[in-house]
């Protein structure tokens, strides 16, 4: 049989969220985010760090080679490749996310874009449902292991969710290229931040 051709679909049929990948990714992600968490006093946080940061790079420099990267989804039956690769970048991504979470958002969402095909927006959508249950789970373990400060936590999580708001709002009003250039200037400005020595 002849192997299908990708198919693009246009931005106006492709929901904001990715449902079909949710249930597998909300999965790993709530099993990944557990073990880092309960790995946090065990790994050395450096070399975590400089793996992030470089992993950062490539992806700032892939998406600047390929300009056409989260324009549109791309739906691609002849191969699982692209698929596993995605399904266990989440799952590593969901171990340093509830283990550091610098920069976890940001490298996942250019993950799903680069390894799923998902359009910039798709892929800030659905992050941003995964990202509940990374820091769900985490929250879990840290409070669990007394080092939170429940005060200040809440006060952080109410001005974040205030943010939040404001940002997604924002986001449903900026196009693809706007989308784009804003993932790339993140990447990079994490992976800088992530490679230069901790004081």
């Known amino acids: ?3 299908q051709a990708n198919v693009v679909q246009p931005l106006e049929a492709v929901p904001v969220v ?18 880092g968490a309960m790995l ?33 989804t791309l739906d691609t039956p002849g191969s699982r490749v692209p698929e596993v690769t995605g399904y266990a970048g989440t799952f590593v991504l969901a171990i340093y996310g509830g283990f550091f979470s610098g920069g976890y958002v940001t490298m996942l969402t ?10 910039f927006l798709q892929a800030v959508g659905t992050t ?20 939170v400060d429940v005060k200040l936590g809440i006060i952080l999580g109410v ?3 205030l943010g939040a708001l404001l940002g997604s709002r924002i986001a449903l009003r900026l196009s693809a290229v706007w ?18 020595p901790l004081h």
């Open 110 to 119: 250019a993950a799903f874009v680069v390894l799923f095909g998902m359009t």
């Open 179 to 196: 989308l784009r250039l804003i993932l790339i200037g993140a990447v990079l400005g994490l992976a800088v931040k992530l490679l230069l």
């Open 1 to 3: 049989m002849e192997r």
């Open 18 to 35: 990715s449902r079909n990948r949710l249930l597998p990714l909300v999965f790993l992600t709530v099993i990944g985010s557990g073990l």
């Open 128 to 147: 941003k449902v995964i990202n509940v249950f990374s820091s769900g789970i985490a929250t879990l373990v840290f409070v669990w292991r007394g080092i």
């Open 40 to 72: 946090l006093l065990t790994v050395p946080l450096r070399a975590l760090q400089i793996i992030i940061a470089i992993a950062m790079i490539a992806v700032a420099a892939f998406s600047l080679l390929d300009k056409n990267l989260g324009q549109t």
């Open 159 to 161: 001005s974040m969710f």
